[in-house]
């Protein structure tokens, strides 16, 4: 795991130099570069895999033709070396980094179906002088480009890439109109226009006159013809997935929330390692959790770590949490309103501590296996299609309306706003944190122009190329297009890394997410019951008690806490830097404050 840099054109190894230190933090272990007349590579160091000085990079391959910088896991670097060795390829094999461009020079653009892991690599071809580069399957591993007037520039990090004079800053409009919509940008779009993100599943080969041509090589694996599996069949795939993960040659723990993700993942590693190793819970104080619809995930952590025999460690989180936001934004790159960064951080921080450099995280659960209350909403829906539309959104509006606490009448007003848009946007609109007409009034006259001309935003074009699709197959692979590769596994990536640490995510493993997408319906979600499958392949490993409790997010009581602060959220949406750049309508925003 790693920090990558690049460029192909006029640069020097001045700017490469600049551009890694940008992000020391997530190789604190080592850097090197390499430039050559057409093209240089950077890189920074976290050791996991092979910690000794051969696995330093960039690295040389196969007789000199290649350089290669690379951040990520190939779990399955022992199989494709042993196959390459056959070749007559002569490697580090002890080094995931070293198999990667004798399998490219082997296989050429294919060689990514080959890779079971997280990543994103660039490869510098001196024969053909030209760039290949790709970006695994869900994007765990970030990778972030420009074509600039001096040539084309790459980095994990969207801040490397300010070092770049030529670098076009001015604000994209697309990216700022989808974070006000789902609080996250979608796609290929930063906050700069000048920065775009290679999109998960596919790779780009730059041409010495840095000519780029992008091409996909995944697609989520949606079907028609489904297939009923056994709990069984789950977990002996899933202890399998786990046991590639754990594969280190540093010290492995995990997130434990107590749910059902962390805590499968938990008795997986338990089962593989067999002994004891450290977990790290987030906690809060007050009575807030309650009031905000969030359970108490320290009584359940505690009871999977007593049944396991894994050694827990508690985190508190207290009130004081506006310091840390600076950071946030400066560590993410990219626009998030979430406080899960900070607890990934913080959990993170810990770990480091505690002399833990992998974690294993239940990141991806939900959106594989139809964790989230909108896929309940979706399969309800589907299964009761025969009511009439009008009378569905009757009754809800009358729950909302008899909804006492604060939570529930947000989650039936959502609904209820869910039920009252078209029938083929519903899937789409649950995705909304911003309704349209709210978005709308929030824009400045810029954006509000932009929002006029826009015909369609990344996500409705996913929605549309899954028409023959299941209504929940659909919303699933809307996830998987976005709300888990541009929100979770951003922060998930990008706060670890600023902490030192490389987190793995199992769910999110090509083979599970085959697995997955075959289950009919039922086998996914039953009534009021989400994850239905993957809650009986662990019954006889977690009690009835952490399996069946009620769903809670990895959330926070934002809102005391925000109205505590209210000096410091006027500061900011109210600066003169703000009121200058005019993106929003401070009047509409000043109301919304108000209310």
Not at 155 to 165: D, H, M, V
Not at 182 to 194: D, F, P, Q, R
Not at 294 to 298: L, R, V
Not at 413 to 429: F, G, T
């Given at each position: 795991?790693?920090?990558?840099?690049?460029?192909v054109?006029?640069?020097?190894?001045?700017?490469?130099?600049?551009?890694?230190?940008?992000?020391?933090?997530?190789?604190?272990?080592g850097?090197?570069?390499?430039?050559?007349?057409?093209?240089?590579l950077?890189?920074?160091?976290?050791?996991?895999?092979?910690?000794?000085?051969?696995?330093?990079?960039?690295?040389?391959?196969?007789?000199?033709?290649?350089?290669?910088?690379?951040?990520?896991?190939?779990?399955?670097?022992?199989?494709?070396?042993?196959?390459?060795?056959?070749?007559?390829?002569v490697?580090?094999?002890?080094?995931?980094?070293?198999?990667?461009?004798?399998?490219?020079?082997?296989?050429?653009?294919?060689?990514?179906?080959?890779?079971?892991?997280?990543?994103?690599?660039?490869?510098?071809?001196?024969?053909?002088?030209?760039?290949?580069?790709?970006?695994?399957?869900?994007?765990?591993?970030?990778?972030?480009?420009?074509?600039?007037?001096?040539?084309f520039?790459?980095?994990?990090?969207?801040?490397?890439?300010?070092?770049?004079?030529q670098?076009?800053?001015?604000?994209?409009?697309?990216?700022v109109?989808?974070?006000?919509?789902?609080?996250?940008?979608?796609?290929?779009?930063?906050?700069?226009?000048?920065?775009?993100?290679?999109?998960?599943?596919?790779?780009?080969?730059?041409?010495?006159?840095?000519?780029?041509?992008?091409?996909?090589?995944?697609?989520?694996?949606?079907?028609?013809?489904h297939?009923?599996?056994?709990?069984?069949?789950?977990?002996?795939?899933?202890?399998?997935?786990?046991?590639?993960?754990?594969?280190?040659?540093?010290?492995?723990?995990?997130?434990?929330s107590?749910?059902?993700?962390?805590?499968?993942?938990?008795?997986?590693?338990?089962?593989?390692?067999?002994?004891?190793?450290?977990?790290?819970?987030?906690?809060?104080?007050?009575?807030?959790?309650?009031?905000?619809g969030?359970?108490?995930?320290?009584f359940?952590?505690?009871?999977?770590?007593?049944?396991?025999?894994?050694?827990?460690?508690?985190?508190?989180?207290?009130?004081?949490?506006?310091?840390d936001?600076k950071?946030?934004?400066?560590?993410?790159?990219?626009?998030?309103?979430?406080p899960?960064?900070?607890?990934?951080?913080?959990?993170?921080?810990?770990?480091?501590?505690?002399?833990?450099?992998?974690?294993?995280?239940?990141?991806?659960?939900?959106?594989?296996?139809?964790?989230?209350?909108?896929?309940?909403?979706?399969?309800m829906?589907?299964?009761?299609?025969?009511?009439?539309?009008?009378?569905?959104?009757?009754?809800?509006?009358?729950?909302?309306?008899?909804a006492?606490?604060?939570?529930?009448?947000?989650r039936?007003?959502?609904?209820?706003?869910?039920?009252?848009?078209?029938?083929?946007?519903?899937?789409?609109?649950?995705?909304?944190?911003?309704?349209?007409?709210v978005?709308?009034?929030?824009?400045?006259?810029?954006?509000?122009?932009?929002?006029?001309h826009?015909t369609?935003?990344y996500l409705?074009?996913?929605?549309?190329?899954?028409?023959?699709?299941?209504?929940?197959?659909?919303?699933?692979?809307?996830?998987?297009?976005?709300?888990?590769?541009d929100?979770?596994?951003?922060?998930?990536?990008?706060?670890?890394?600023?902490?030192?640490?490389?987190?793995?995510?199992?769910?999110?493993?090509?083979?599970i997410?085959?697995?997955?997408?075959?289950?009919p319906?039922?086998?996914?979600?039953?009534?009021r019951?989400?994850?239905?499958?993957?809650?009986?392949?662990?019954?006889?490993?977690?009690?009835?008690?952490?399996?069946?409790?009620?769903?809670?997010?990895?959330?926070?009581p934002?809102r005391?806490?925000?109205?505590?602060?209210e000096?410091?959220?006027?500061?900011?949406?109210?600066?003169k830097?703000?009121?200058i750049?005019?993106?929003?309508?401070?009047?509409?925003?000043?109301?919304?404050?108000?209310?």
């Open positions: 795991m790693c920090g990558i840099a690049g460029y054109g006029n640069f020097n190894e001045s700017i490469l130099k600049k551009m890694t230190d940008k992000i020391a933090h997530r190789g604190p272990d850097s090197g570069h390499w430039v050559c007349q057409e093209a240089g950077g890189h920074r160091r976290l050791s996991i895999i092979d910690l000794s000085e051969q696995a330093s990079q960039p690295m040389e391959a196969v007789e000199g033709r290649y350089q290669i910088v690379f951040n990520g896991e190939i779990y399955n670097f022992k199989a494709l070396a042993a196959d390459l060795k056959d070749k007559g390829y490697f580090n094999e002890n080094s995931d980094t070293a198999i990667l461009a004798p399998l490219y020079d082997a296989y050429g653009e294919s060689m990514v179906h080959k890779l079971d892991g997280i990543f994103a690599f660039a490869i510098w071809d001196k024969q053909e002088k030209s760039l290949f580069a790709a970006r695994d399957h869900l994007g765990m591993k970030p990778f972030y480009y420009a074509e600039t007037s001096k040539g520039v790459f980095s994990s990090e969207l801040k490397a890439l300010l070092e770049i004079e670098l076009e800053r001015e604000i994209d409009h697309e990216a109109l989808s974070y006000v919509r789902y609080l996250w940008c979608a796609g290929e779009h930063t906050m700069l226009k000048g920065v775009k993100k290679l999109l998960p599943g596919h790779f780009m080969t730059v041409s010495e006159d840095c000519l780029c041509l992008i091409s996909k090589w995944y697609d989520v694996p949606l079907t028609q013809n297939e009923e599996k056994t709990p069984e069949e789950l977990l002996s795939l899933f202890d399998e997935v786990v046991a590639d993960q754990t594969v280190s040659d540093v010290p492995v723990g995990a997130f434990l107590g749910g059902v993700d962390s805590s499968a993942i938990v008795t997986s590693m338990k089962k593989h390692l067999g002994e004891p190793f450290d977990t790290f819970c987030i906690g809060f104080e007050g009575e807030e959790m309650a009031e905000e969030f359970s108490n995930d320290a359940y952590a505690n009871q999977v770590a007593k049944q396991t025999g894994v050694n827990l460690h508690h985190i508190t989180i207290q009130e004081n949490f506006v310091h936001l950071d946030m934004v400066y560590n993410l790159d990219e626009p998030q309103a979430d899960a960064p900070l607890f990934v951080k913080r959990i993170c921080k810990e770990a480091k501590k505690k002399g833990v450099k992998v974690m294993l995280s239940g990141s991806g659960g939900d959106d594989v296996f139809s964790g989230y209350r909108r896929h309940q909403v979706t399969a829906l589907e299964k009761y299609d025969f009511i009439p539309e009008k009378l569905q959104t009757l009754a809800v509006g009358v729950l909302k309306n008899l006492h606490k604060k939570y529930l009448k947000r039936l007003s959502k609904l209820h706003e869910i039920l009252k848009s078209p029938k083929d946007k519903r899937l789409l609109h649950a995705f909304y944190y911003t309704e349209p007409k978005l709308y009034s929030l824009l400045g006259a810029e954006l509000k122009q932009a929002y006029d826009q369609a935003d409705e074009k996913v929605l549309e190329s899954s028409k023959d699709f299941s209504s929940l197959d659909r919303q699933l692979n809307l996830e998987l297009h976005g709300f888990l590769p929100h979770n596994l951003n922060y998930t990536d990008k706060m670890s890394m600023a902490s030192g640490v490389e987190v793995r995510t199992p769910f999110t493993s090509k083979n997410i085959d697995f997955a997408f075959k289950l319906l039922h086998q996914k979600v039953q009534g019951e989400a994850k239905w499958l993957l809650k009986k392949a662990f019954e006889k490993r977690l009690s009835p008690e952490i399996l069946y409790r009620s769903k809670a997010g990895f959330g926070a934002v005391h806490w925000l109205l505590k602060e000096e410091f959220v006027r500061s900011v949406l109210f600066s830097q703000a009121m750049r005019g993106l929003f309508n401070a009047a509409t925003v000043k109301k919304l404050l108000e209310n």
